[in-house]
Structures are given as structure tokens and as C-alpha cells.
């Protein structure tokens, strides 16, 4: 599995890892009870504070969308928390893109509110 981080993006590291798996994990390809590489394996492959992966990795247990296991690492659970997960992904996009617009937090609340009607 390829990690990638962007240093200078305002997103802190952490959730940049969490959103990189929940992409993997939304796209399919990564399948619920394939196992994860280790926090250390992670944080030395992107030069980063184990903590940080654990972090990234914490935020997706807490989502639901693996498991982590002491002494045995993380597990992709999937069940239904996965097409949660694909929701969110496209959620982030859309604000991604959104500020990327100018938009602002209310203005992004407005357009969701337009659209459901």
C-alpha cells in the first residue's frame, strides 16, 4: 500500500494518512481483513512521528473502519462503516473544492441545503 503525505497542506499529517486509507478503503483496494502495514513501518516510509500514523490510524478505529489489535496491527473491518467511509471521502472533495473556490463554510452549507431541497 503507497502513502503519501504533503508536508505543507494546511491538513494535519495524521489526517492526511486517515484520508488516504479511507479513500483505499472506499475505492476497494483495500478489502476488509487485509491487514495494514505497522505505524513504524508507515512512519519510517514517509519520515514521520510514529504517533502520527497512530493518530491517522486511531481516527479510522474510530470510524469504524478497522480494527486495531495489540501486538498484531491494524485489520480493515469494511462492513457498513465502508460506504460511510466512501461518503466522507466525497464529502472532504467537495469542501476541498469548495474552498478551493472561496467558498465559505456557511456558503458550502448553503449549496448542500439547495440541493437536498
Known amino acids: 500500500m503507497l502513502f503519501r503525505v504533503?508536508?505543507?497542506?494546511?491538513v494535519p499529517l495524521g489526517e492526511?494518512?486517515?484520508?488516504?486509507?479511507?479513500g483505499a478503503i472506499a475505492d476497494g483496494s483495500v478489502r476488509p481483513?487485509?491487514?495494514?502495514?505497522?505505524?513504524?513501518e508507515v512512519a519510517a516510509s514517509l519520515g514521520v512521528n510514529m504517533?502520527?500514523?497512530?493518530?491517522?490510524y486511531q481516527q479510522l478505529r474510530d470510524?469504524?473502519?478497522?480494527?486495531?489489535?495489540r501486538g498484531r496491527g491494524a485489520v480493515v473491518t469494511?462492513?457498513?462503516?465502508?460506504?460511510?467511509a466512501r461518503l466522507t471521502a466525497r464529502a472532504r472533495e467537495l469542501v476541498a473544492?469548495?474552498?478551493?473556490?472561496?467558498?465559505?463554510?456557511?456558503d458550502i452549507v448553503d449549496l448542500v441545503r439547495t440541493v437536498l431541497g
Do not use: K, N, W, Y
Open 6 to 10: 504533503d508536508p505543507s497542506s494546511p
Open 16 to 22: 492526511q494518512i486517515a484520508g488516504g486509507l479511507r
Open 33 to 40: 481483513g487485509e491487514r495494514l502495514p505497522s505505524a513504524r
Open 51 to 56: 504517533h502520527t500514523v497512530l493518530r491517522g
Open 63 to 69: 470510524e469504524g473502519l478497522i480494527e486495531l489489535r
Open 78 to 84: 469494511g462492513g457498513p462503516a465502508s460506504g460511510r
Open 97 to 106: 473544492e469548495s474552498r478551493a473556490l472561496g467558498l465559505s463554510d456557511d
